[in-house]
């Protein structure tokens, strides 16, 4: 069989002709190779000058075979005389024309292999993933797109044999491998919390644990940023060890290369982890201070923490209870990665322990469904919580006191800690920045305002309470502060609360106004009569700010009087009018010759009519109460104790009404009807229910109102001297 070419009409050598770009070439020598060996031709191709006697005629065979199989480009660059060397300089025509393609296609088949080594991993298999590695001369190369290793995606798909086998079996240098973002394996297994894969890591490559990623974490401080907090405390011991054994200079320290120790103090802050924020300021006190890029200091984001401090957090009466009554001791030894508190004991103690353990397992269990059924364990950890935080907070004031000037200062943002620390209430923090400095005491903020007055504007009676404690140099000097707009103190009280969302103000309109009129009603006790009538840059006095800054929220409280009041009016009139009609129409009739209830002489009927008479007087107190509060003017001074006053009282009558005219109701039954034991106690119980309704609707108002109308309420006028030195 013969073809037409370019070049000659020629008997099929192989299937197709070598063309001119080469891109056949593999392919190619496949079949001419193959063609060479079947005619005993290869010898010669492959070895040269064989020197038998008919060399010259194999040759120009093989040579004749390798010129008729390509085109007439390909064979007219061929001017050798010998098959081997035309067959070499076909290979490096080869090789110099198709460089690229050659490592495109090798690319290509290397990534089919990769994506099927990737789902293999996902899928667990071991064995394929061994041999991988294994073929490819035991190194470990990236897989996937985003320059991932076989780890790395092992620990991505949370294989937990492929993580330890690889592992074990990589080299050092193959551990400390990245993926696009710089994360070695150790910087995902921080991530990802798993403190097994990262103890086999650390075990065999402790230098994993200071290499930094792109943005300049290190695995500890990837952990805590993520607040892996088990994982940031076994990484940070870690760490701490590595920098003693393997590096003179400690990478934790300000100024050296990544800040490393400011991204984990501002991580731990972050994610309440105290403990290591405590540690670390205790061997770098500086850290205490210091600017990101955002303009955030560590103890800015202290400020910034309310709940890490007792002032600002929020506790039912129940939980508060349980706090004062538990007692927390910090650990004085070093701690675990677990944070449990290192003992050195014997062995004996030890099992001592142990046999203990074992005999009150039960009490245990019993007592450990206690503490979780009263949250005891929860109220624990905040308390824990809250004294590392304070001695943190000790830490960084003790660096503080040391700065040179209040500008230093200020440049490091302890002002500006100190005002959102006063704006949260946190009156721990105010008090420590205090007594480090007692000149922050009169730091103002770019409004030219005191922490007092920013306590005041944000209404945090905690804070304020302090000015009891001043000396009368420091009550003079915030007490005649003025702003910059030439408001003083009392102006500021006169400005409408923006916090009204925060937890533990009441939702109330009218409570809320008692609230304001009791803030500006306290700030005028203390201040000297000038600031009474003082005129700000408005022309307006500290009463004229506050009828202008409330007029909506008077209107707001009058109307939720007036609704509240109309919707219990109603209920006390309906009880007054039931109580009155069953005043005389008693259980068991009257007797038709005296007229006395028949009944009189049983003790139960007493208990009827006694019960029946303290509805009826409760109903119509109540009554009259809602009614003085519908006919009231409703002014502005009328919010701070007349309405409240009324409505609690209102709101107590009413209950007892309700309460007494369940008993009556009962006790009328009980006249009327011999009934059963189990009868008496089912009706008993059912007239319960409403009475619990209500109070369980209304009681937490009532309970507002009692203390919210008491004298002094929020404010704390006997507080004991606590700063009297000023520097």
Wanted: glycine share 6%; hydrophobic share 40%; aromatic share 10%.
């Amino acid at each position: 069989m013969t073809i037409s070419t370019s070049n000659s009409s020629t008997v099929l050598i192989v299937p197709f002709l070598l063309e001119k770009d080469k891109k056949n070439y593999e392919d190619w020598k496949f079949y001419i190779r193959n063609y060479l060996l079947a005619r005993d031709l290869w010898d010669i191709v492959e070895y040269g000058n064989t020197k038998e006697g008919n060399w010259r005629k194999k040759n120009a065979a093989a040579l004749h075979a390798i010129l008729c199989s390509c085109s007439l480009d390909i064979s007219s660059q061929i001017k050798d005389k010998s098959a081997k060397d035309a067959w070499n300089n076909l290979a490096k025509m080869s090789e110099e024309r198709e460089p690229e393609e050659t490592l495109r296609r090798g690319e290509e088949t290397y990534r089919r292999y990769c994506v099927k080594l990737a789902k293999k991993i996902y899928k667990g298999d071991w064995q394929y993933v061994r041999e991988f590695i294994v073929f490819d001369s035991g190194q470990i190369t990236p897989i996937t797109g985003f320059q991932e290793t076989a780890l790395h995606v092992a620990i991505e798909a949370e294989q937990d044999e492929i993580v330890k086998k690889l592992i074990e079996m990589l080299s050092i240098p193959d551990l400390e491998k990245k993926d696009c973002d710089g994360h070695t394996a150790l910087s995902l297994v921080a991530f990802e919390g798993r403190r097994k894969w990262a103890e086999l890591l650390v075990q065999k490559n402790q230098g994993l644990l200071t290499i930094a990623d792109k943005v300049g974490n290190i695995p500890v401080t990837r952990a805590a940023c993520f607040g892996r907090k088990g994982m940031t405390h076994y990484l940070y011991n870690e760490t701490l060890k590595s920098i003693k054994t393997f590096h003179h200079d400690d990478i934790l320290q300000p100024g050296k290369d990544g800040n490393h120790g400011f991204h984990l103090m501002r991580s731990c802050i972050a994610n309440k982890m105290f403990d290591i924020c405590w540690d670390l300021l205790k061997n770098h006190p500086n850290l205490a201070v210091g600017l990101n890029t955002q303009g955030d200091s560590p103890i800015l984001m202290l400020a910034s923490q309310p709940s890490a401090f007792y002032s600002g957090t929020e506790l039912s009466r129940w939980e508060q209870l349980i706090y004062h009554c538990l007692k927390v001791e910090l650990p004085t030894t070093p701690t675990t990665p677990t944070g449990d508190v290192q003992l050195d004991v014997t062995d004996q103690r030890h099992n001592e322990r142990n046999i203990r353990k074992q005999a009150f397992d039960g009490l245990r269990g019993l007592g450990l469904k206690v503490q979780e059924l009263f949250g005891i364990q929860k109220i624990y950890d905040l308390k824990l919580r809250h004294r590392y935080a304070h001695e943190v907070l000790r830490c960084m004031c003790k660096y503080v006191s040391t700065l040179e000037s209040n500008h230093q200062s200020d440049d490091y943002g302890v002002g500006a800690a100190l005002f959102e620390a006063t704006k949260h209430g946190l009156v721990e923090f105010v008090t420590e920045l205090w007594k480090a400095n007692p000149s922050f005491g009169f730091k103002t903020n770019r409004d030219d305002r005191l922490a007092l007055m920013i306590a005041v504007q944000h209404r945090q009676e905690k804070v304020f309470n302090l000015i009891h404690g001043f000396n009368k140099a420091w009550k003079a000097g915030n007490i005649n502060k003025v702003d910059i707009d030439g408001n003083n103190i009392l102006h500021v009280a006169g400005g409408l609360a923006p916090d009204f969302e925060r937890p533990g103000i009441s939702s109330s309109p009218a409570l809320q106004m008692q609230r304001e009129l009791k803030w500006f009603k306290e700030v005028e006790r203390i201040v000297p009569e000038w600031c009474k009538e003082a005129k700000n840059n408005n022309g307006k006095t500290p009463k004229e700010v506050f009828t202008k800054n409330h007029m909506e929220l008077a209107k707001e409280g009058q109307e939720w009087m007036t609704r509240t009041a109309s919707s219990f009016i109603i209920l006390s009139i309906l009880l007054v009018t039931i109580m009155f009609a069953v005043a005389f129409t008693v259980p068991g009739g009257n007797n038709q010759n005296n007229g006395l209830p028949v009944l009189l002489g049983q003790k139960l009927f007493m208990v009827f009519i006694i019960t029946e008479a303290i509805s009826f007087f409760t109903a119509s107190t109540s009554g009259l109460m809602f009614l003085g509060i519908l006919t009231s003017r409703q002014a502005e001074e009328d919010f701070h104790v007349s309405l409240p006053r009324k409505l609690m009282i209102g709101l107590v009558t009413l209950f007892v009404s309700i309460a007494t005219m369940m008993a009556s109701f009962c006790a009328a039954l009980l006249l009327m009807l011999h009934v059963q034991l189990w009868v008496l106690l089912l009706i008993t119980l059912a007239s319960i229910i409403p009475v619990a309704v209500f109070g369980w609707l209304q009681f937490p108002l009532i309970c507002e109102i009692i203390v919210s109308t008491r004298s002094h309420g929020i404010f704390n006028r006997k507080m004991k001297p606590w700063l009297v030195n000023l520097q």
